[in-house]
T-cell receptor
Framework: AQKVTQAQTEISVVEKEDVTLDCVYETRDTTYYLFWYKQPPSGELVFLIRRNSFDEQNEISGRYSWNFQKSTSSFNFTITASQVVDSAVYFCALRASNTGTASKLTFGTGTRLQVTL | NAGVTQTPKFRILKIGQSMTLQCTQDMNHNYMYWYRQDPGMGLKLIYYSVGAGITDKGEVPNGYNVSRSTTEDFPLRLELAAPSQTSVYFC??????????FGPGTRLTVL
């Protein structure tokens, strides 16, 4: 069975601070995919990144970066120089490769990030 | 290109009423999904479909039904609404078993 743990329920930072959102996953599969989604106050879910289990290279996209470490089963997300617009709930999700014919995502419970001025 | 659209955005139902949540995608994706999101929780899969005419149960299918007569549409039916079905419902689609793209959600309250 798959499991995703986001232990940080809520984080508050002041604008321009760096913040890291933690994600720890459990799976018995050797091939799997990890995702991050953003849910702003408007409620929609916005795809941010996908990473497969064979690619442990860190990814940077503007102020966002992701650190994938198989040794600790973690896929952490860092926002550098946070902005008020980053305020949202962030979800980490896992899909194992052998979930049948469909892409069944297992979601964490989310981390609410509040960025204030 | 609208992506995934859902209607209605909000709905209040009385216990025992029925309704259909509509979901349409214009990306020609084969895979479609319905999730529910309860307060403070992640999303849980209700039903999914890998193509027209093919549907299957997810984690929490009880109280719901789906159909997939076309590639574009994947409606979710609640037959006898119960307070436990108060939630935000998200529809999603993906080209293959890959990245899922979500609709804006439907907030449903059952009183």
């Amino acid at each position: 069975a798959q499991k995703v743990t986001q232990a940080q329920t809520e984080i508050s930072v002041v604008e321009k601070e760096d913040v890291t959102l933690d994600c720890v996953y459990e799976t018995r599969d050797t091939t799997y995919y990890l995702f991050w989604y953003k849910q702003p106050p408007s409620g929609e879910l916005v795809f941010l990144i996908r990473r497969n289990s064979f690619d442990e290279q860190n990814e940077i996209s503007g102020r966002y970066s992701w650190n994938f470490q198989k040794s600790t089963s973690s896929f952490n997300f860092t926002i550098t120089a946070s902005q008020v617009v980053d305020s949202a709930v962030y979800f980490c999700a896992l899909r194992a490769s052998n979930t049948g014919t469909a892409s069944k995502l297992t979601f964490g419970t989310g981390t609410r990030l509040q960025v204030t001025l | 290109n609208a992506g995934v659209t859902q209607t209605p955005k909000f709905r209040i139902l009385k216990i025992g009423q029925s309704m259909t949540l509509q979901c349409t995608q214009d990306m020609n994706h084969n895979y479609m999904y319905w999730y529910r999101q309860d307060p403070g929780m992640g999303l849980k899969l209700i039903y999914y479909s890998v193509g027209a005419g093919i549907t299957d149960k997810g984690e929490v299918p009880n109280g719901y039904n789906v159909s997939r007569s076309t590639t574009e549409d994947f409606p979710l039916r609640l037959e006898l609404a119960a307070p436990s079905q108060t939630s935000v419902y998200f529809c999603a689609s993906s080209k293959t078993a890959d990245t899922q793209y979500f609709g804006p959600g439907t907030r449903l309250t059952v009183l």
